[in-house]
């Protein structure tokens, strides 16, 4: 059975970092795994995603702050923000989805993602 399980959210100021954990079960040959975040009254959306092969994509927004990275040993990925912003408080998600060609190439949209963590809180307080 395919399971993810995420950790690591939290509370912290304006400035500061937190690092989530996706711990990952179940899985077998070539897949791409995501975060997603999404904050009360909007829509879930994809912040960065690597491939099995270490292919990352992240959006305009995460560039430089935030960096996904992944222990194949351990089957976990990993979000490491720093510079937190208040607008990056949301449920933070992991999901996982099959490896397919060039798919660095396009936008990291929940709607191709079929197995999703149960999410774990972000909150950035200015």
């Known amino acids: 059975q395919v399971q993810l399980v995420e950790s690591g959210g939290g509370s912290v100021q304006a400035g500061g970092s937190l690092t989530l954990s996706c711990a990952a079960s179940?899985?077998?040959?070539?897949?791409?795994m995501a975060w997603f975040r999404q904050a009360p009254g909007k829509e879930r959306e994809g912040v960065a995603a690597i491939d099995t092969f270490g292919t990352r994509r992240s959006v305009d927004s995460a560039k430089g702050r935030f960096t996904i990275s992944q222990d194949k040993a351990k089957n976990t990925v990993y979000l490491i923000m720093d510079n937190l912003k208040p607008e990056d408080t949301g449920m933070y998600y992991c999901a996982a989805r099959r490896w397919v060609i060039l798919w660095e190439r396009k936008s990291i949209s929940a709607s191709d993602f079929g197995t999703w963590g149960q999410g774990t809180q972000v909150t950035v307080s200015s």
């Open positions: 179940g899985f077998s040959g070539l897949n791409i």
